[in-house]
């Protein structure tokens, strides 16, 4: 009976891994909720995967 928990588990795992993505994401915007979300670069292009 233990698979019984298992994607409940799973899914609070992945909702509180995505708070701290979005806590991240808005500490690298100065705790600015303007510039968080209207910066032209945004938190998730931190890192550049793409040449521009």
């Not at 009976?1 to 100065?30: D, E, H, N, Q, V």
């Not at 968080?36 to 521009?52: G, P, T």
């Amino acid at each position: 009976m233990r698979s019984k928990y298992l994607i409940p588990k799973i899914a609070s795992w992945l909702m509180l891994f995505g708070l701290i993505i979005s806590i991240i994401g808005f500490t690298l915007s100065g705790f600015s909720l303007n510039r968080y979300a209207q910066h032209e670069r945004r938190w998730f292009n931190v890192v550049s995967i793409y040449n521009e």
